[in-house]
Structure formats: structure tokens, C-alpha cells
């Protein structure tokens, strides 16, 4: 199993609707969690973290659930400029020593 | 406006030659990433430093090394790139082990 999973997609979805992106994790023991958006060619860009008690940025909102080792990124009122690859990305870190990992991404197109 | 800046953004280089990446960041953080990412894959971390301490991957190959000389820079040597090598080469910094990352541009290095 791949520590960090992720759907490739692609999810083509109209403009104004809503879409939802999953991604788990196998190391129970993970800490901290973050969802980065990647334009092709471009560098990540740290989108929102993402807590327990679920946490709201306009029109996303991200939700961790631990007891099934799950994050998740919803996006309401899809615009043409969310199209991109959404990344979610997983930390363990105890004491100096720091383990990232990257899910290979969901590709997100959104459709005029 | 603080930043992580990476040069140089696109880099030629040949079969064998050594090549230095660099990376520099205004933002004052301890911890600092290097990432290779290849086409249509998750960036992968090669190694991060907290302040001088350095963390290696494990499967890091012994052909990569890195530098900080201080907190504002780092530094990426490939001592015999090979083909495989070719790549972006992302840079990031973070306030803390476990915070969210702030990426550098990246620099795209060809391999000939």
C-alpha cells in the first residue's frame, strides 16, 4: 500500500458545481496534513492546512478523519481557476527527524 | 515581499558535469526542503535541514549533497548527474518541522 493514495482523476466538472477530492494515508502515526495546488509547470502552493475539527477558506473546505486515516478538500462553486493538481501531502515528524510525504495528486479541470 | 527564490530557473548541464542549484529564502524559516519532481509524479524529498541539522532520505543517492552554509541559503550538488537525474528541482522552506511549505519557483535541470 502507498503511504500517501490519491485518485489522478482526471475530474472534469462544470463551472459552479461542486467536487470533492479523498485522500488517505497508511501511517497512523502522521501528524500533521495539507493540501498544496500544483499549475503545470509551476512549483506547489500551500493551499490550507487541515484539522480534526475541519477547517473552511471560502469556497474549500478541508476535513481530516483519523480513526479512517482520511483527508479530504471540498470545493464549492467551481471557477475556471481552480483547474489545476490538487496535492495533499502528510508529516510525521518526532524530534529533529521529519518524514513529508507527497500524494502523486488529483488533477482537477473545470469546464466553461 | 518574502520569498524563496531558486536559481538557476532552468539549468543544462552534462552527462557526468557537477552542477549546484541554489536556493535562497527572505522568510527567516529554520527548516529547509529539497524535492526532485518528475513529470507527472509526487515531488520527492531528498533531504531537509533544521537549522544545521541535516536530514537525509534513505534513498537519497550518495549523488546528491547539499550546503547551508547559513539560514538563508542552501544549496543542491549533483556530483555526476546522469540521465535519470533530469528533472525540477524543487526548494521549500517552513517555519517549523511539520508546518505548511513554501515552495521556491523550482529549477529545471536537463541533462545532456
Known amino acids: ?112 | 515581499d518574502a520569498m524563496v527564490i531558486q536559481n538557476p530557473r532552468y539549468q543544462v548541464t552534462q552527462f557526468g558535469k557537477p552542477v549546484t542549484l541554489s536556493c535562497s529564502q527572505t522568510l527567516n524559516h529554520n527548516v529547509m526542503y529539497w524535492y526532485q519532481q518528475k513529470s507527472s509524479q509526487a515531488p520527492k524529498l531528498l533531504f531537509h535541514y533544521y537549522d544545521k541539522d541535516f536530514n537525509n532520505e534513505a534513498d537519497t543517492p550518495d549523488n546528491f549533497q547539499s550546503r547551508r552554509p547559513n539560514t538563508s541559503f542552501c544549496f543542491l550538488d549533483i556530483r555526476s548527474p546522469g540521465l535519470g537525474d533530469a528533472a525540477m528541482y524543487l526548494c521549500a522552506t517552513a517555519g517549523t518541522s511539520g508546518s505548511g511549505q513554501y515552495f521556491g519557483p523550482g529549477t529545471r535541470l536537463t541533462v545532456t
Not at chain 1, 509547470?41 to 479512517?68: H, I, W
Open chain 1, 1 to 112: 500500500r502507498k503511504e500517501v493514495e490519491q485518485d489522478p482523476g482526471p475530474f472534469n466538472v462544470p463551472e459552479g458545481a461542486t467536487v470533492a477530492f479523498n485522500c488517505t494515508y497508511s501511517n497512523s502515526a502522521s501528524q500533521s496534513f495539507f493540501w498544496y495546488r500544483q499549475d503545470c509547470r509551476k512549483e506547489p502552493k500551500l493551499l490550507m492546512s487541515v484539522y480534526s475539527s475541519g477547517n473552511e477558506d471560502g469556497r474549500f473546505t478541508a476535513q481530516l478523519n483519523r480513526a479512517s486515516q482520511y483527508i479530504s478538500l471540498l470545493i464549492r462553486d467551481s471557477k475556471l481557476s481552480d483547474s489545476a493538481t490538487y496535492l495533499c501531502v502528510v508529516n510525521f515528524y518526532s524530534g529533529g527527524y521529519q518524514k513529508v510525504t507527497f500524494g502523486t495528486g488529483t488533477k482537477l479541470q473545470v469546464i466553461p
